[in-house]
């Protein structure tokens, strides 16, 4: 299977200015991942891990201040071609973005601006992609919104006309009007209700299984993982903690963190009380030393709190950085 997208060592995040100094929030850090053709990659951790941020990384056009990359590397793979994302110019960026890789930003639902039906943001965005007649492009925005089973009319209502839910399935469309590789979806799910929660996730589902493409998908709910994804990476402080197939990380997970999440899922039938992570996240201005996991960690050992431990293999398509997992 190819690959669409790699990072390699990837350290970013955002630099806060104050009088006496200024402050490193490295809300990514070493991170090493491959995205591959034709999969839906999940990524999950509580709020705060750097979900988000890492997501923009995989957006070319979306590093920009105030998210900084600070070391590693970024490769998309057009048309066979490694190309090295960081060194491209603001053109190229620009080029790439939408057509190969697209983004659906947290709370994209606003993207629609209030006082423009939502035809003109279609045209508006295929104009400047697409050198065609407003006509023609009207044509392509009708048949893409009836493709993906949404009434051709929602193209002719003010957005206030619409739920949340529909808004979330147009602001999809928009984001995959060119037919990109790689879609990138932050959230995509979070403050709907659990109907316009299935639309949503039956949307990303069919739109994959059409095109074949890649959905890289951010959410904090392991459910919408369980769910949709064919693989699933672990955010834990900037870090990816674990990365495996849906099915290992639900039916082994391995970290203390992974099992803390995947126990936090309702059951149906179970009638005993949940545990949550205990304790807090840590702030990224004052990360522990060794595993970050560790003041959290029930199983913490002594070089746990020394060494970082780093994301190894323990089969061929499931990865662990644990020092739990190295006797
Ligand atoms: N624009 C910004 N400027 C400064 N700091 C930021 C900015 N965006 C995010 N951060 C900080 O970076 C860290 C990671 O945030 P990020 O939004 O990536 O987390 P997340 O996992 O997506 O959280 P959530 O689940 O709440 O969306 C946090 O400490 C956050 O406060
Ligand atoms: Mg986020």
Redesign the pocket.
């Known amino acids: 299977m190819g690959l669409v997208l790699k990072l390699e060592s990837l350290r970013a995040g955002?630099i806060l200015r104050s009088l006496d100094r200024n402050r490193v929030?490295p809300?990514v850090n070493e991170v090493s991942l491959e995205i591959r053709d034709d999969e839906i990659y999940g990524i999950a951790?509580e709020?705060?891990?750097?979900?988000?941020?890492l997501l923009k990384t995989m957006f070319a056009t979306a590093i920009e201040p105030?998210l900084r990359i600070f070391g590693g590397k970024i490769y998309y793979y057009v048309q066979n071609k490694e190309i090295d994302v960081l060194t491209l110019s603001v053109q190229e960026k620009m080029r790439l973005s939408w057509q190969y890789v697209s983004y659906i930003p947290?709370g994209s639902m606003s993207v629609f601006n209030p006082i423009r039906k939502v035809r003109t943001v279609f045209l508006d965005f295929l104009k400047s992609h697409v050198k065609e007649g407003e006509e023609k492009l009207l044509a392509v925005a009708t048949r893409h919104v009836k493709a993906l089973g949404l009434a051709p009319e929602v193209l002719d209502a003010y957005p206030h006309q619409l739920s949340g839910g529909m808004k979330q399935r147009l602001a999809i469309a928009l984001a995959t009007l060119l037919n990109p590789r790689v879609i990138l979806a932050d959230?995509p799910t979070t403050a709907l209700d659990v109907v316009a929660q299935k639309a949503v996730i039956q949307l990303l589902r069919e739109i994959q299984r059409e095109s074949k493409n890649t959905i890289v998908l951010v959410t904090?709910d392991m459910g919408v993982h369980a769910n949709i994804a064919t693989r699933v990476a672990i955010m834990y402080a900037g870090k990816i903690v674990e990365e495996g197939s849906t099915t290992a990380i639900l039916k082994r997970p391995l970290h203390p963190y992974t099992k803390y999440l995947i126990d936090s899922l309702p059951r149906i039938g179970d009638k005993h009380v949940r545990e949550s992570v205990p304790g807090n996240p840590p702030s990224?201005l004052d990360l522990p030393s060794g595993c970050a996991f560790h003041p959290r960690c029930p199983y913490v050992q002594e070089i746990c709190k020394r060494e970082v431990p780093q994301l190894v293999n323990v089969n061929a398509e499931h990865k662990i950085a644990c020092w739990l997992e190295r006797r």
Do not use: V
Not at 47 to 53: E, F, L, P
């Open positions: 955002y929030i809300a951790g709020s705060g891990s750097g979900k988000s941020t105030p947290q959230e904090h990224f």
